[in-house]
């Protein structure tokens, strides 16, 4: 059982984790990191598939406005290259496989009328959210009542209009439109800009790749860290009485004066606190569920795709696979190709086994790119919800009633105890983006507390 | 560290571990009983006011359906006497106090029409639930994509309909409208029978009180455990590789060939499982949120409001306390006046202290009966949310999308490892007569398993 003593320990070595610890040794305080895996990154990892290449089988884009995540990797010397995006996209709805370019498919008018309306809509609604308080927007309380899909089959007029919104939720939120509240994903919308950058790929979310993998961004910044990361640790117990915190971890010990839990909400609810943690904060991680996705890839020769003049992008209104990205390396070899199954198609496929999901998965990728593509030369997958140490992708979302009676508890500290994290940020939440700027503000928050408990020491001893 | 070797450890000594270690116990099976705090009853839980006499902080009532309840209080010799119910009833509703007999308040009669055609439609609904398996009723896919509250928008056409409405929401889930899926509401309806079984007092839930206090049937019935019950034991890790399982207590450790954990999910969740459990019943344990109750009593003299001809129950739109009831013991002395805060007011008040709980509490009693309620001898009061082995009350809830993506884990066993506890049965769902039934279901399902695998070991034996 090793002992450690420090000013402050972080409890997980994810973005927010990494960040917070490095922020706070610039400012000359002494920080150990105690991260439950044997490896940095949480839900960011990257799976090698031989020549030194990687595929990254958790979070893996930047894009516009994620500006701490650009900084980040610029910092650190990890470069970025556009997501594979030439050629012509695939669509199939309603049984029909049709290319067409750029962001917007080619099917019936009416449809793609009736989701610029309904995005157009969520646009001007989301205008209305308090980022920093979502609970003090207007209304805020009629919008948290009502779940995304009753305010779906209010606002959405058309089968196909339902089924292309309803696709953006679940991979967005990895959730179905029944699961969110209608306050949360008006928030999300907020949180990133409009709904078109938490969807698109050029100009959104999905924009950019890192080259090397995301992985290697939190890998290049936790280097600082040296033998003040502990890896193989995951953390049973908060003691916080007095003066001095113990962080109690199965082969480790930290004694600090403030500790930084940058676990996902539902995993922090797991840590034993003692004394244990005021009503309010533990009800609130009763109900943060994390979302549910299974990455999917498989590996060809070459991404054949393209000398078919198509981009390796696709979307399936039959799925499972309903969400499809041409995911090479940046020199194209070997080909890759992505699939989500988000949502449903999680809670139900993360039940069967691989070789079940592998028919799924590389059944989808046949009947839109042919028959070359029933044949890859590997196929791996991610069931983010049996990670034990993360329970589920890409995030926590909100059910209803979660932002107006519980949301003011997601980041406020506790004595000693402070809260970072993804599900913590007001900017990006969700993304690895909004992970950096929570152990950026974590960081400043435990500095200033630290300053004013000092000062206030300094002054009782006069 | 005390070590303890059984066939079969239970985690929890509420009705539900009790039961099921003694159903165990009667069928030969050694059974040893770990249990968190240093009491048994888990939700259930007496409080003595003095000569001998106690009020319960917890769960206390019993009525019509409650048949196993009843029978095991009959067992153990406890007795039942009736809630008080004689003399008139109060309801404080738009800013006027009126007094009225029986069961339906003498306010406005379209008010009454509304509330009446809107159980009456509930009540049908539920008749099509299937309480075995919610998520096969017949549209259970739309009933559980919105709240109640959008059902209530769309089915109570008066302000005063939905406030009453929205009260029996609060009194019967410790939640509010905007929180459960309407399927939810109904599989309870149907778990219970119809709508008021659930919110009557005589001829439902509330009917009758046990004499000597509710928690005396958890604790008579655990008297035949004897030191196969440990207490202050609180269960961290539960390691189950290969035929044994250990069952790990912060000091006490059992080792057995099954496991039965009888606490409310989102706790069962946070127990350390090795091998971690799968993440299809991880996600349900991040998705069945604990209710928000605290039970409050101002303790009289006498319950002189019986000589002003009132039952001493009241509701009220203001509240906070909205749910009051006459709680004096069976002689009616001392006089006890009780009232719930429920849902959002429960969410407020554990944050405020016991002094403006008081306030608040009694300040509604004085209103509803007169400025001697407002000198009671003593106030007293149980918030469930800060109870860190509860964690909140009445019982779990689901949020939409649960039963239908995550409701066949509530009870599924998981290898050696079975589930226990109210929130798995299916009749009487969050109720004391719930917590029996699961744990004489789980007592079956346990003694038919081991058997199997004893066969199994004799037969390969040969």
């Known amino acids: 059982m090793a002992e450690h003593e420090a000013d402050v320990a972080v409890v997980g070595a994810g973005f927010a984790g990494i960040v917070a610890a490095r922020e706070l040794q610039r400012k000359g305080i002494d920080v150990v990191v105690l991260e ?29 406005g994620q500006d701490r995540l650009y900084a980040l990797a610029r910092e650190v010397g990890v470069e970025t290259y556009p997501t594979h995006s030439e050629g012509e996209n695939l669509i199939e709805f309603r049984g029909a496989l049709k290319r ?8 019936n008018a009416a449809v793609l009328a009736d989701v610029g309306q309904a995005q157009a809509k969520l646009d001007r609604l989301a205008k209305r959210v308090d980022v920093e308080a979502p609970w003090r927007t207007p209304d805020a309380e009629r919008l948290d009542s009502q ?31 029944a699961d969110v509240s209608l306050l949360h994903v008006l928030f999300y919308i907020a949180s990133a800009g409009n709904f078109d950058l938490l969807v698109d790929t050029g100009g959104g979310a999905q924009q950019d790749r890192f080259v090397g993998g995301s992985q290697l961004v ?23 009485r007095g003066s001095t915190v113990s962080v109690i971890a199965d082969n480790a010990t930290a004694w600090c004066k403030r500790v930084v839990v940058a676990v996902p909400p539902p995993l922090a609810g797991r840590i034993a606190y003692d004394p244990p943690l005021p009503g309010h904060r533990d009800q609130l991680t009763q109900r943060m569920p994390m979302g549910a996705v299974i990455k999917c890839m498989a590996i060809y020769d070459e991404p054949f795709w393209r000398r078919d003049g198509l981009s390796g992008q696709a979307t399936s209104d039959v799925g499972p696979a309903k969400i499809v990205f041409d995911n090479s390396p940046p020199d194209g070899s070997p080909g890759v190709l992505l699939g989500f199954l988000e949502g449903k198609r999680a809670r139900e496929y993360t039940r069967a086994g ?23 030369e590997r196929y791996l997958d991610k069931s983010w919800i049996e990670e034990e140490w993360t329970r589920g992708c890409y995030g926590c979302y909100l059910p209803t009633g979660g932002w107006t009676s519980y949301g003011d508890a997601i980041k406020a500290p506790i004595g000693r105890i402070h809260w970072a994290g993804t599900e913590t940020a007001s900017i990006w939440m969700g993304y690895i983006d909004g992970a950096i700027r929570s152990g950026e503000r974590v960081a400043a928050e435990v500095a200033t507390a630290l300053q004013t408990s000092s000062a206030s020491r300094a002054g009782s001893a006069v």
């Open 147 to 177: 779940t995304f899909w009753s305010w779906m089959r209010r606002n959405v007029y058309t089968p196909g209009g339902r089924m292309l919104i309803e696709l953006s939720i679940e991979a967005v939120w990895a959730a179905e439109p």
């Open 36 to 64: 439950a895996r044997d490896r940095v990154g949480g839900r960011v990892l990257n799976e090698p598939i031989g020549d030194g290449k990687v595929v990254e089988v958790g979070g893996q884009w930047v894009g516009p």
């Open 354 to 376: 691989e070789a079940e999901r592998r028919d799924a998965v590389v059944g989808t990728f046949a009947r839109l790119f042919g028959p070359k593509a029933a044949k890859p």
């Open 218 to 240: 939190a890998m290049k910044a936790a280097e600082d860290l040296g033998d003040r990361l502990v890896l193989d640790a995951p953390v049973r117990r908060i003691v916080h």
């Open 100 to 107: 067409y370019k750029g962001t917007i498919p080619r099917i």
